[in-house]
C-alpha cells in the first residue's frame, strides 16, 4: 500500500493535535502547483471535526495580519502571484542577458512588482510563442528556487508586440538632429538621441513614435523618428498620447478591413435560417446616448397574458448577433480580442470591431432588418424572476430614442417619434422597470452616488466645459433591463454545464476595510462591524454622511476600497450588484467578453455553427479572462488619463487663478486635492504648506503643523492656487490660499505603520488614481 505523503515532512495528526505552524501553512501555500483553499489545508495536514474551526481562526489571523491573501483564485503568500499572470517584459535584459518581466497590474502599495525570468522556448516547444523586449504577455509561473522573491515564467501567449518603439517630445538641436524626451514617467531622465537625418519632418516640440536603436558609447540610446503625430500646442494629440503610451491597438490590419467589407448581411433566407426566429414585427426599441452610432441592444415589455402571474411582465431585451459576422479564429476575432474592448476618448473612439460591423451590420437601426439574441423574463409584479428563455432572432427595431427623448415622454412632453409608441411601448417598459426597481432595492446592491463628468470639447478639439450629465429614470431603466439579461445568460450557462466567462467582483479585502476604517474614524465616524460583508454594510456607512460635507468624498474612499471587477472561468459571484452569478452579454460590439458569452450560449443551445469553438474549455477561457481584464485595465487607464490631461491644458492659461476642492489625500510629501468645478486632481508639496514643519499624521490622515497646530485633514474643503499646469503628464501644482482647521495637540505617532497604506495616498504629482469597482 502507497504511503500518504504530508507537506513538509510533517506526519499524520493525531486527533485534536496541534495546528500546523503558520511557517508550515505558508510553506504548504507556496509549494502547491493547485488553487489551495481551506479544505486543501485541512485536507493535507489532516485536520477533521472541530480542528477545522481552529483552523479557520488561525487562517482569519494570518490574513489580518498580512501573511496571506486572500482571492478568487484561493490563498496565497502575501505579496506573491497567482498561477498565471499577464506581464510585461522590460525592454532591457538582466544580466545574464534575460528577458525580465513584471506583472502588469501589480498593485503599487504591495511593494515593488516582483521580477519573472521569461524562460524562451527550446527542444520541441521551440516553435512556441517567443515574447521580446517591451511585449506583453500570458505567463505560467512557479517560484525561483535560487532566487527568493523572484519567478520564472513560462509564455502561454503572446498578446501584445512592441517594435521597440516608444513615445516622446522632440527637442530639436541648432547642429541637427536632436533628442527625445519619452512621455512615459518610468523613462523620465532617460533621452534618447537622434542623429542628423534621423528626425524626419518632426519639428521641436512635437509628439512623435521613435524607433530605438542601440546605445552609442555615451550610454545614449539612439533613435529614429518613424511618426510625427502633431503638435502638442493642439488637445487633438492629446489622446494619442495615451493610445501610444497604453500600446492600445488603434489602426486595423488590411486583412481585418478587407474581411469586414466581404461581410454579407444575415438573412432569414441563410444556410442557418432554421435556428432564427422572425421576431421583425415586435415593437423593440432602442434607447441610448444621442451621440450613439452603435445601437447594440433593443427592448421592449409588455403585461403577462398568464392568469397566473397577475400584474407581471414579459420583458425582453434583445441584442445584436455579432457572432453571425465575427467567426472563431478569423482576422476580426483574432483582432477583437487584441484589442478586448472599445476605448472611449473625448475626441475620439478606439473600436474593437471595424465601423462596417459595429456601426452598420451590427447596430440595431430603425427599420432595418438586424440579427439578434434575444433574452424574454417573466416577471411577477414584484420584480421576482419566475423564468427565462434565449432566442436567435431576426429583428427590425421600431424606433431609435436618446435617453433624454425617452424620459420626456414618460414625462408628459412627447414628440412626433415618442408619441405613437407612448402608451403601447414605452409605458409598460416604465412599468416593468419599476417592478424590478423594487426587486433590485430588496436585493441591496452597492448604491454609490459618484456624479460622472464629462467633458465637452469645442470646434477645435480644445476643452469647451465639464458638465455632470443628469441621471435620468431612463437610464436606470436599461442598466437594470441589462443586468436582469446578464443574470438569465449565465443562470443558462450553468444549466447547460457551459463554460463561460463571468463577471467576478470580490468582497474588499480585510486591508480595505481596515484603510475604510481608518478614513471613517478620522471624520468622527466608527465602522459598523459586521460577521459578513455585504453591499447593505457600505450602503449603510453612505447614508451617515447623506447631505453632508463628507458625502462625496465618502463616496470616492467607498469606491476605492472595492475590489477591482475581472473576467474569470471560475465563478466567484458579483459583490457590487449582490449577485451569485453574472456575466457581461448585453454589449457585444464592444466587449469581446460578451462575444464569449453570446458564442457559448449558440454552442449550449445548438442555434447555429458559429459557436464556441468544440475543443475551446475552462482553460481557455481563463486565459482569454486574464486577456480581456487587461485589456480593460488599459482602456480605463488610458481614459483617465487622457481626461487629466486635455483639463490639465484648459487650465494652463489659469496659472495663478484661486479654486475651491476638497482633500482627496494625505501623504508626507503632500495633499492630493479635488476641485470641485471640474473633477480634476491636483497635488500641493508639503514644502508649500507654510513656514513651519508640518507632521504627517497617517492614523488621523492629516498633516498638522507644528506650531501652530494648523491642520489638513482628508475631506477638508480648501481654497487652492493653481501655481503649475503640465498638459503632458496631465498634471497640477497647487498652494492652498485657504482652509484647513485647527486642532487640538496630540501626541506624535512617529512614522508611518506597516501594512496600512490609506487607500486616497499615492506618492508623486504624476501618479494618478483611478481605482474602480
Same mark, same amino acid.
Given at each position: ?5 504530508h ?38 495536514f489532516?485536520i477533521?471535526g472541530?480542528?477545522?474551526?481552529e483552523l479557520?481562526r ?30 510585461d517584459?522590460d ?8 528577458l ?10 504591495a511593494g515593488?512588482?516582483?521580477?519573472i525570468t ?7 516547444r ?5 515574447p521580446?523586449?517591451?511585449d506583453r504577455?500570458?505567463?505560467?509561473i512557479e ?7 523572484r519567478y ?12 521597440a518603439?516608444?513615445l516622446g ?8 538632429g ?22 524626419g ?16 558609447r555615451?550610454?545614449?540610446?539612439q533613435?529614429?523618428v ?12 492629446v489622446?494619442?498620447i495615451?493610445?501610444h ?14 474581411e ?6 444575415v ?8 435556428d432564427?426566429?422572425?421576431?421583425r414585427?415586435?415593437p ?23 392568469p ?11 441584442i ?13 476575432d ?7 474592448n472599445?476605448v472611449?476618448?473625448?475626441?475620439r473612439?478606439?473600436p ?5 460591423i ?18 424574454r ?16 432572432v ?17 414625462d ?25 426597481a423594487a ?8 448604491a454609490?452616488?459618484? =456624479? ?13 466645459r465639464?458638465?455632470?450629465p443628469?441621471?435620468?429614470e ?8 441589462m ?10 450557462l450553468?444549466?447547460?454545464?457551459? =463554460?463561460l ?14 484603510a475604510?476604517?481608518?478614513?471613517m ?11 459578513n460583508?455585504?453591499p ?6 453612505l ?7 463628507h ?5 470616492e ?10 473576467y ?15 456575466a ?13 458569452v ?25 486565459q ?7 485589456a ?8 483617465r488619463?487622457?481626461i ?37 486632481d ?12 508640518f507632521?504627517?499624521?497617517?492614523g ?9 497646530r ?5 475631506g ?14 496631465g ?20 512614522g508611518p505603520?506597516k ?19
Amino acid at each position: 500500500m502507497a504511503k500518504r505523503l504530508h507537506p513538509k515532512g510533517l506526519h499524520p495528526k493525531p486527533a485534536h493535535a496541534v495546528l500546523p505552524t503558520r511557517e508550515a501553512v505558508l510553506a504548504f501555500i507556496e509549494d502547491s502547483p493547485q488553487k489551495v483553499g481551506k479544505r486543501e489545508i485541512a485536507q493535507a495536514f489532516g485536520i477533521k471535526g472541530a480542528d477545522k474551526i481552529e483552523l479557520k481562526r488561525l487562517l482569519k489571523e494570518m490574513q489580518e495580519d498580512g501573511a496571506i491573501e486572500k482571492d478568487r483564485a484561493g490563498l496565497r503568500k502575501a505579496g506573491s502571484l497567482p498561477p498565471v499572470v499577464v506581464a510585461d517584459i522590460d525592454t532591457r535584459r538582466d544580466r545574464d542577458g534575460e528577458l525580465v518581466a513584471r506583472p502588469a497590474n501589480w498593485d503599487p502599495e504591495a511593494g515593488p512588482a516582483p521580477l519573472i525570468t521569461v524562460l524562451m522556448p527550446r527542444g520541441r516547444r521551440a516553435d512556441g510563442p517567443a515574447p521580446g523586449t517591451g511585449d506583453r504577455a500570458l505567463l505560467k509561473i512557479e517560484p525561483d528556487g535560487d532566487t527568493p522573491g523572484r519567478y520564472l515564467g513560462r509564455v502561454i501567449k503572446v498578446i501584445g508586440r512592441n517594435k521597440a518603439e516608444t513615445l516622446g517630445v522632440f527637442r530639436a538641436l541648432p547642429t541637427g538632429g536632436g533628442r527625445i524626451v519619452p512621455v512615459d514617467k518610468k523613462a523620465q531622465g532617460r533621452e534618447i538621441a537622434v542623429p542628423p537625418g534621423g528626425e524626419g519632418d518632426a519639428l521641436d516640440g512635437d509628439l512623435v513614435t521613435v524607433i530605438l536603436g542601440r546605445e552609442d558609447r555615451f550610454g545614449l540610446t539612439q533613435g529614429r523618428v518613424k511618426e510625427r503625430l502633431g503638435s502638442l500646442g493642439s488637445e487633438k494629440a492629446v489622446s494619442l498620447i495615451a493610445i501610444h503610451a497604453h500600446g492600445i491597438p488603434h489602426v486595423f490590419p488590411r486583412e481585418v478591413l478587407a474581411e469586414a467589407d466581404a461581410a454579407r448581411e444575415v438573412g432569414l433566407d441563410g444556410r442557418e435560417a432554421n435556428d432564427r426566429e422572425d421576431w421583425r414585427d415586435l415593437p423593440l426599441v432602442t434607447i441610448d446616448p444621442p451621440d450613439a452610432k452603435d445601437h447594440d441592444d433593443a427592448v421592449m415589455a409588455v403585461p403577462d397574458p398568464d392568469p397566473a402571474n397577475p400584474g407581471g411582465f414579459v420583458v425582453t431585451v434583445a441584442i445584436a448577433d455579432v457572432a453571425a459576422y465575427v467567426r472563431p479564429g478569423s482576422a476580426l476575432d483574432r483582432e477583437a480580442l487584441l484589442r478586448g474592448n472599445s476605448v472611449y476618448f473625448p475626441d475620439r473612439v478606439v473600436p474593437m470591431l471595424p465601423e462596417r460591423i459595429s456601426n452598420d451590420l451590427c447596430s440595431l437601426r430603425p427599420g432595418q432588418e438586424r440579427p439578434a439574441l434575444a433574452v424574454r423574463m417573466t416577471v411577477t409584479a414584484e420584480g421576482r424572476k419566475l423564468r427565462h428563455s434565449l432566442h436567435r432572432v431576426m429583428m427590425r427595431s421600431r424606433a431609435k430614442l436618446a435617453y433624454a427623448q425617452a424620459q420626456a415622454a414618460i414625462d408628459g412632453r412627447p414628440d412626433e417619434v415618442t408619441g405613437p409608441i407612448l402608451e403601447p411601448v414605452l409605458r409598460p417598459l416604465w412599468d416593468a422597470y419599476r417592478a424590478l426597481a423594487a426587486s433590485r432595492d430588496a436585493r441591496g446592491p452597492l448604491a454609490l452616488d459618484l =456624479p460622472e463628468r464629462k467633458v465637452i470639447l469645442n470646434a477645435e478639439g480644445g476643452v469647451d466645459r465639464v458638465i455632470v450629465p443628469e441621471r435620468l429614470e431612463a437610464h436606470r431603466l436599461i442598466e437594470e433591463f441589462m443586468i436582469q439579461a446578464n443574470v438569465a445568460a449565465a443562470e443558462i450557462l450553468e444549466a447547460k454545464s457551459q =463554460p463561460l466567462i463571468y463577471r467576478v467582483h470580490d468582497e474588499p479585502s480585510l486591508e480595505k476595510m481596515r484603510a475604510l476604517g481608518e478614513v471613517m474614524a478620522s471624520i468622527g465616524l466608527k465602522l459598523p462591524k459586521e460577521a459578513n460583508l455585504r453591499p447593505a454594510l457600505f450602503n449603510r456607512i453612505l447614508g451617515m454622511v447623506e447631505g453632508s460635507e463628507h458625502q462625496l468624498f465618502l463616496n470616492e474612499v467607498v469606491l476605492r476600497s472595492q475590489a477591482q471587477a475581472v473576467y474569470a472561468a471560475d465563478n466567484a459571484g458579483h459583490f457590487g450588484l449582490a449577485l451569485r452569478r453574472y456575466a457581461h452579454f448585453t454589449s457585444p460590439i464592444r466587449r469581446y467578453a460578451d462575444l464569449i458569452v453570446h458564442r457559448a450560449l449558440i454552442r449550449a443551445l445548438r442555434l447555429g455553427s458559429d459557436g464556441l469553438p468544440p475543443d475551446m474549455e475552462g482553460g481557455d477561457l481563463a486565459q482569454i479572462g486574464q486577456q480581456i481584464s487587461a485589456a480593460e485595465r488599459r482602456a480605463m487607464a488610458a481614459e483617465r488619463e487622457t481626461i487629466d490631461r486635455l483639463i490639465a491644458h484648459h487650465l494652463a492659461d489659469r496659472v495663478g487663478a484661486t479654486f475651491s476642492g476638497q482633500v482627496s489625500g494625505v501623504t508626507r510629501s503632500g495633499l492630493f486635492i479635488k476641485l470641485d468645478e471640474t473633477g480634476a486632481d491636483g497635488f500641493v508639496p508639503i514644502s508649500t504648506l507654510g513656514a513651519e514643519y508640518f507632521r504627517h499624521e497617517e492614523g488621523r490622515h492629516a498633516l498638522v503643523g507644528e506650531r501652530t497646530r494648523q491642520t489638513f485633514r482628508l475631506g477638508d474643503k480648501v481654497e487652492v492656487e493653481l501655481m503649475e499646469a503640465a498638459p503632458v503628464a496631465g498634471a497640477l501644482r497647487f498652494a492652498i490660499a485657504g482652509g484647513g482647521r485647527t486642532s487640538a495637540p496630540a501626541p506624535a505617532r512617529g512614522g508611518p505603520r506597516k501594512g496600512r497604506p490609506a487607500p486616497a495616498t499615492r506618492d508623486s504629482l504624476t501618479k494618478r488614481r483611478g481605482r474602480r469597482a
